[in-house]
Structures are given as structure tokens and as C-alpha cells.
């Protein structure tokens, strides 16, 4: 199983990019799936989470501008990430709790795209 994280680049503050992140291999089914960020010098942070029903999560500082989702049928998992500002520079990883059969759950986290933003 692999996760792909794509869609990070260099923006200027106030613009706009999406992250998509694909799930691929073989498996039963795919649970909580997510995206973190890790800036320079600071510990790997969860930013926002959907549940497989499409239930939402938010860290404070992204609510209203970055909007989680996911296609099921795709097994993708996407962020829009709104307004952006400077400090939303990081390094951003998909994550996944997949379970892969009626025994093994395992957590997988994609490759990491980078997410510049210049003010």
C-alpha cells in the first residue's frame, strides 16, 4: 500500500493551492485519512482529518480557510488550502488508517510535498 501526495508549489500570501493525496495497493477499506505539516525546526502537526463517513476536523489556525475531503471511489483525500500566509510553510504529509484485511489495520503516511508561501 502507498499513499501520493501531490499539488505543493510555491505561492504567493493570498492565494490558493490543493493537495491531493491517492491511496493505492491492495486492501479492504480506508478508515480516518488526514493531512499533517512539519515546518523547519517544529514537530509534525495534524492540520486537518476526515472521517470515512466524511466527518471534518480542523486544527484552529486553518479553520475557514482550508477545506478537507475525500472521494471514496478514488481512495483520495484532498486539501484546498485558502488565504494562504507565510507561516502555513511546511512540509505537507497525507496520512491513512487503512485496514487491509478482517486483521491488520496499519496507519500509512504519504511522501510529503512541499507547501512554500512568500509574503
Known amino acids: 500500500v502507498q499513499l501520493q501526495a501531490s499539488g505543493g508549489g510555491l505561492v504567493q500570501a493570498g492565494e490558493f493551492l490543493r493537495l491531493s493525496c491517492a491511496a493505492s495497493g491492495r486492501f479492504f477499506r480506508i478508515n480516518d485519512m488526514g493531512w499533517y505539516r512539519q515546518a523547519p525546526g517544529k514537530q509534525r502537526e495534524l492540520v486537518a482529518g476526515?472521517?470515512?463517513?466524511?466527518?471534518?476536523n480542523y486544527v484552529d489556525y486553518v479553520k475557514g480557510r482550508f477545506t478537507i475531503s475525500r472521494d471514496n471511489a478514488k481512495n483520495t483525500v484532498y486539501l484546498q488550502m485558502d488565504s494562504l500566509k507565510p507561516e502555513d510553510t511546511a512540509v505537507y504529509y497525507c496520512n491513512a488508517q487503512i485496514r487491509l484485511n478482517s486483521y491488520n489495520v496499519n496507519v500509512y503516511w504519504g511522501q510529503g510535498t512541499q507547501v512554500t508561501v512568500s509574503s
Open positions: 476526515i472521517s470515512s463517513g466524511g466527518i471534518t
